[in-house]
T-cell receptor, first 110, second 114 residues
Framework: SQELEQSPQSLIVQEGKNLTINCTSS?????LYWYKQKYGEGLIFLMM?????EEKSHEKITAKLDEKKQQSSLHITASQPSHAGIYLC??????????FGSGTKLNVKP | GAVVSQHPSRVICKSGTSVKIECRSL??????MFWYRQFPKQSLMLMAT?????????EQGVEKDKFLINHASLTLSTLTVTSAHPEDSSFYIC??????????FGPGTRLTVL
């Protein structure tokens, strides 16, 4: 969607390397969500960020939301083949509007 | 990009009635469709996966008799909320795509049960 720009579109990294995926909004967000999708399966919720400057971590995945609440990054440390999939950011602007980024396809080479 | 539509975008109904939500892929054939539900301030929750021509697979905790899913064609899936109650009020989103391709999301349907 035009409201959310996600980059890069695809990423191939060597196992063990770190990587970052970005999600930028044209407007201030109410809430920012990160999801992972494995091919052929539904979305898996990773994290939700709501406060400016907020940072959350789960295992080797860290997500941050900037102070202005318009940009978020998802960082994976020491990537593994199990991290492969499509990463999607989603944003809520008000009660009735929810938008998704275009997704980032991640491949991790063993 | 591929377009997925949902109808209606917003619906208000009385408690005890049934509501049908349609999800259509407008310019591609979708062998798989997913139905999600979102509560305010919370993440999307996957409800079920439907494959064209076969029964839907429901996630744990989702009542299949209450949330009827039909994926009768490659461009249409429907979600029927039967005997709706106020706690069913939510934002329902569908996504459509080929099994090994990116999912394309519909704009969502806001259901309010009075």
């Amino acid at each position: 969607s035009q409201e959310l720009e996600q980059s890069p579109q695809s990423l191939i990294v060597q196992e063990g390397k770190n990587l970052t995926i970005n999600c930028t909004s044209s407007k201030t967000l109410y809430g920012l969500y990160w999801y992972k999708q494995k091919y052929g399966e539904g979305l898996i919720f990773l994290m939700m960020l709501q406060k400016g400057g907020e940072e959350k971590s789960h295992e080797k995945i860290t997500a941050k939301l900037d102070e202005k609440k318009q940009q978020s990054s998802l960082h994976i440390t020491a990537s593994q083949p199990s991290h492969a999939g499509i990463y999607l950011c989603g944003a809520e602007y008000n009660f009735n509007k929810f938008y998704f980024g275009s997704g980032t396809k991640l491949n991790v080479k063993p | 990009g591929a377009v997925v539509s949902q109808h209606p975008s917003r619906v208000i109904c009385k408690s005890g009635t049934s509501v049908k939500i349609e999800c259509r892929s407008l310019d591609f054939q979708a062998t798989t469709m997913f139905w999600y539900r979102q509560f305010p301030k919370q993440s999307l929750m996957l409800m079920a996966t439907s494959n064209e021509g076969s029964k839907a697979t429901y996630e744990q905790g989702v009542e299949k008799d209450k949330f009827l899913i039909n994926h009768a064609s490659l461009t249409l899936s429907t979600l029927t909320v039967t005997s709706a109650h106020p706690e069913d009020s939510s934002f329902y989103i569908c996504s459509a795509g080929a099994p090994t391709d990116t999912q394309y999301f519909g704009p969502g349907t806001r259901l309010t049960v009075l």
